[in-house]
C-alpha cells in the first residue's frame, strides 16, 4: 500500500515521573490492524496511549498521523484523524445521553454550526450499537459504570475518526458486552479499514481479537510482535510475573493462572 | 442540545424578564412614577419625574443589570474553568482583592474614582497572584487553583478585617456596604455595560468548546479543543468580568453561584444557550433585588448584596438537597 500509515511511532521514548515506560519504540499500523498493548499495573499502558493520542510530550521520538505530526495538525485535525477513549469517564454535569454522544462531532463542527439532523442519525446509529438506543434522553449522571463506559464508545464512533485508541475498552463490562464492543472494533477493521490500538487485560481476548502485541514490562523494556508469538504462556508468566498455563480449545486459547 | 425554537422561546422570555424588571426598576420609588410616564421620559418628553428617572433610577438600573450579567457569566464560566458546579465568581480570590484595595481607599479618604481604581487594582492583583502560584509547576489543575484561590481570599479577608478594626468610626458604615455590595454608590453605568458586552461576545465563539472542557480537559484535548489556551482565555475573561463587577458595586453574592443554577434548570447545561440566559437572567435578579433593596423600609436604603444572599441562601440549599439523588 503506498498511502501512509494510520499512525506511525518513531524511537519514541515515554517516562513518568523516574519510572521508564518505554524507549525506543518503533511501529507503524496500517488500515485494518489491531495491535494490543498489555502489562501489568502501573506499567505504563495509559501513559504510552496518551503519548500516541498526543495528549502528552514523549520523552523523545516522533508520532505521525497519516504521515504529519500532531503539532502540524493541530487539535481539531488530529481529532479527525484518530479517537480515543478516556479510562475514567466523570460528569460534573446533567446532560442527557444523545447531548454526550454529538460532542463526538465537535471536530466535524465550525465554530458557529450547531449539530444537524444528520449529525444526530449518526449519533443515534451509535448509541444503537452499543445497545443504548434506548436510553438517548437518560441523564449521564444516572449511568451505570458499563452504560457509562458504553456510552464513551458511542461518543467515540460519533467522533468517526479512522483511528481508535482504546483505553480499556472492557472496563466495567459484562461479557457479553465485552464481546460485542470486541466484535464491534473487529468489524470497523475489517469493514471500513479502520485502525485500532487497545489496552487490555485478558491476553485470552488479545490473541483472539488483535494482529498484534505490544508488551510492556515495566522496567523500559518492551516487545512487539504477532499475537501468536508475544502471548504464550512463557512470554506472560514472564510480563505478569505469574506463572500461566496456556489451554486451547476448539482454537482458542485461553490462560490459566496456576 | 435544546431545539433552536426552545433556545429562541428561552432567550425571548428573558429578554421580557429584563425589559419589565428595568421598567419595574425605573417606576418604583420614593416617587411612584406611572408606567406610561416612564416611557414618555424615556422616549425624551417631558413629564413630571423625568429627572428623577433619566439621572437617578435608569444609571443605576443599569449598572445593576451590567452587574447581575457580569457575576452571572463569569460565575457560568468559572464553573466550567474548574468542572465544580459549586464555583463561583469569587472563589479564586478576586473578590477579596478588590475589598483590599477598596477599604484602603476609603481608609485614605480617596473619592469614588479613587475607590473604584484601587478595587479594581487590588482584583487584578489577585487574579496575577492566584494564577502566578498556581501555574507553579506549568501544570494548573483545577484542584491547585482552587485552592491558590480560596488561600489568597482567605488572606485578603484577613487584610479586610483588620482595615475594619483600625478603621475611624465614621467610615465604617461606608466599608461595609462596599463589602455586602452596594449599588447606590455605583459611579457610571456604562463602563459594566460595555464590560458585559464585550465578554458575552468574547466567550459565545467558544460555547460548544466550553460544553466539552465541562466533560474533562483529557477528554475535550482529544475531541480538538485547544485546551490550554481555551482555559487561559476564559480564566482571564471570568475575572476581569468579576472586576468590572466589584468594582461598580462591591461583591455582590450569590448571583454568580445561584443563578446559572436556577437557568441550568431550565436551558440544560448548553453553554450557547446557558451563557447569554444567565446574563439576562442574572441582571434581571439584580435589578429587581436592588429595587427590593432601596423600597423595603425606604427611605432607608438596604444593601443589595444583603438582599441577594437572603434570596439566595434558601435557593442554594434546595438546589443542593435535590442534587443528591
New interface residues.
Given amino acids: 500500500m503506498s498511502a501512509a500509515p494510520l499512525i506511525e511511532a518513531q524511537t519514541l521514548s515515554v517516562s513518568v515521573g523516574q519510572h521508564q515506560v518505554c524507549t525506543d519504540l518503533n511501529f507503524t499500523l496500517q488500515p485494518g490492524e489491531r495491535l494490543a498493548i498489555l502489562g501489568r499495573n502501573g506499567a505504563g499502558k495509559s501513559t504510552l496511549l ?1 503519548v500516541l ?1 498526543g ?1 502528552r510530550a514523549p520523552d523523545t521520538g516522533e508520532i505521525l498521523l497519516g504521515g504529519t505530526s500532531y503539532a502540524e495538525l ?7 484523524r484518530r ?2 477513549l ?1 479510562q475514567r ?8 445521553v ?3 454522544t ?3 462531532r ?2 466535524h ?1 465550525g ?2 454550526d ?2 444537524s439532523a444528520q449529525d444526530a442519525d449518526i449519533a443515534r446509529t451509535a448509541l444503537r450499537a452499543v445497545g443504548l438506543a434506548e436510553m438517548e434522553k437518560r441523564d449521564v ?2 449511568l451505570s459504570g458499563g452504560e457509562r463506559q458504553r456510552l464513551a464508545i458511542a461518543t467515540l464512533l460519533t ?1 468517526a475518526a479512522p483511528l481508535y485508541l482504546l483505553d480499556e475498552p472492557l472496563a466495567h463490562l459484562d461479557l457479553n458486552h465485552q464481546i460485542a464492543v470486541l466484535e464491534l472494533f473487529a468489524g470497523a477493521a475489517r469493514d471500513n479499514g479502520a485502525g485500532v490500538i487497545m489496552v487490555l487485560h485478558e491476553p485470552a481476548l488479545a490473541w483472539r481479537y488483535c494482529d498484534r502485541a505490544l508488551l510492556i514490562h515495566g522496567d523500559g523494556r518492551h516487545e512487539l510482535g504477532p499475537v501468536r508469538q508475544m502471548l504464550t504462556a512463557e512470554h506472560l508468566s514472564a510480563l505478569y510475573q505469574h506463572p500461566l498455563q496456556a489451554v486451547e480449545i476448539d482454537g482458542r486459547i485461553g490462560f490459566i493462572p496456576r | 442540545m435544546p431545539s433552536s425554537r426552545r433556545a429562541l422561546l428561552i432567550l425571548t422570555s428573558l429578554s421580557l424578564l429584563a425589559g419589565l424588571s428595568i421598567g419595574l426598576a425605573l417606576s418604583v420609588g420614593s416617587l411612584r412614577i406611572p408606567f406610561p410616564d416612564v416611557l414618555a421620559a424615556l422616549a425624551g418628553r417631558e413629564v413630571q419625574g423625568i429627572d428623577v428617572v433619566l439621572e437617578l433610577r435608569l444609571p443605576r438600573a443599569l449598572a445593576g443589570f451590567a452587574c447581575g450579567g457580569l457575576l452571572a457569566l463569569a460565575g457560568a464560566l468559572m464553573q466550567v474553568l474548574l468542572r465544580n458546579p459549586l464555583a463561583d465568581p469569587y472563589v479564586l480570590g478576586i473578590s477579596g482583592g478588590a475589598g483590599v484595595g477598596a477599604m484602603f481607599a476609603i481608609l485614605l479618604g480617596l473619592p469614588v474614582l479613587g475607590i473604584d481604581g484601587l478595587a479594581f487594582l487590588g482584583a487584578l492583583s489577585a487574579m496575577f497572584i492566584v494564577f502566578g502560584l498556581a501555574h507553579g509547576d506549568g501544570s494548573w489543575t483545577q484542584t491547585r487553583l482552587l485552592l491558590t484561590g480560596v488561600i489568597v481570599a482567605a488572606g485578603c479577608g484577613a487584610l479586610v478585617a483588620l482595615m475594619l478594626a483600625i478603621a475611624p468610626e465614621h467610615k465604617l458604615r461606608g466599608m461595609l456596604f462596599w463589602l455586602m455590595g452596594d449599588l447606590g454608590q455605583s459611579g457610571q453605568w456604562w463602563p459594566p455595560l460595555l464590560a458585559l458586552g464585550v465578554a458575552l461576545l468574547l466567550a459565545m465563539p467558544f460555547a460548544r468548546e466550553l460544553n466539552l472542557l465541562a466533560r474533562g480537559m483529557m477528554q475535550a484535548q482529544a475531541l480538538g479543543v485547544a485546551v490550554n489556551r481555551l482555559r487561559y482565555a476564559i480564566y482571564l475573561l471570568a475575572s476581569l468580568a468579576t472586576a468590572a463587577s466589584v468594582t461598580t458595586a462591591g461583591s455582590i453574592g450569590f448571583v454568580g453561584l445561584v443563578v446559572p443554577h436556577l437557568v441550568r434548570l431550565a436551558t440544560g447545561n448548553d453553554q450557547r444557550l446557558l451563557l447569554p440566559a444567565s446574563v439576562l437572567a442574572g441582571g434581571s435578579l439584580l435589578v429587581l433585588a436592588d429595587t427590593l433593596a432601596r423600597t423595603l423600609i425606604a427611605p432607608q436604603q438596604l444593601p443589595v448584596g444583603v438582599l441577594t444572599a437572603l434570596i439566595g441562601v434558601p435557593v442554594f440549599l434546595f438546589l443542593l438537597s435535590r442534587h443528591q439523588r
Avoid: C, I, K, V
Wanted: aromatic share 10%.
Fill in positions: 496518551s493520542a495528549l493541530g487539535p481539531r485535525q488530529a481529532a479527525l479517537g480515543w478516556e469517564h466523570g460528569d460534573a454535569f446533567a446532560s442527557t444523545l447531548e454526550t454529538l460532542t463526538g465537535h471536530p463542527l465554530r458557529w450547531w449539530e449522571q444516572t467522533q
